[in-house]
T-cell receptor, first 114, second 106 residues
């Protein structure tokens, strides 16, 4: 079946602009995660949605970052007033309920802030 | 928070060689996974191995939870094994290790 998809695959923006990154999880997966991969910081957890529970936002680096998950499916990560240090690959992952043995990752969105 | 370190950071092999990648973690964990990130950036789970040993073809992994380390063995390496190998701990908020970049040449 279809895997996790993310769009756009690449995004170039100017410093100070807002960006939205989209994630479509695998159908039926109840948990959805956002991670960031950058040269300086490696792979870092950002935010986690599980069903109808309040999201775990403990990894968001600043209040410029926010995320929503609509209807328990698609998620959007929004970065306001982008800074050059936001340049990274943003990865989305999902998993089905009751499974702790893996997360299924999307191909990522490469964000470049000029 | 928990620290996850991997070694070596870089590894260059000729096709057919064997290798061992190591993952050390600073505190006890209930979950540990190994991932492969291919040269195009796709992360694929290889093993879920909180303890014990598992094998899948040319790959095997061992976790000694009491001593806070895990090993990933790659035997008879192939060029398609190239990429970055990460270990990660945690059940939801994965904490990734620093990674081992593997290059396999024909």
């Amino acid at each position: 079946g279809a895997g996790v998809s993310q769009s756009p695959s690449n995004k170039v923006t100017e410093k100070g602009k807002d960006v939205e990154l989209r994630c479509d999880p695998i159908s039926g997966h109840t948990a959805l995660y956002w991670y960031r991969q950058s040269l300086g910081q490696g792979l870092e957890f950002l935010i986690y949605f599980q069903g109808n529970s309040a999201p775990d936002k403990s990894g968001l680096p600043s209040d410029r970052f926010s995320a929503e998950r609509t209807g328990g499916s698609v998620s959007t990560l929004t970065i306001q007033r982008t800074q050059q240090e936001d340049s990274a690959v943003y990865l989305c992952a999902s998993r089905p309920a009751g499974r702790v043995d893996t997360q299924y990752f999307g191909p990522g969105t490469r964000l470049t802030v000029l | 928070g928990i620290q996850v370190e991997q070694s070596p950071p870089d590894l260059i092999l000729q096709e057919g060689a064997n290798s061992t990648l190591r993952c050390n973690f600073s505190d006890s964990v209930n979950n540990l996974q190994w991932f492969h990130q291919n040269p195009w950036g796709q992360l694929i789970n290889l093993f879920y191995i909180p303890s014990g040993t598992k094998q899948n073809g040319r790959l095997s992994a061992t976790t000694v939870a009491t001593e806070r380390y895990s090993l990933l063995y790659i035997s008879s390496s192939q060029t398609t094994d190239s990429g970055v190998y990460f270990c990660a701990v945690g059940s939801d908020k994965l904490i990734f290790g620093t990674g081992t970049r593997l290059q396999v040449f024909p």
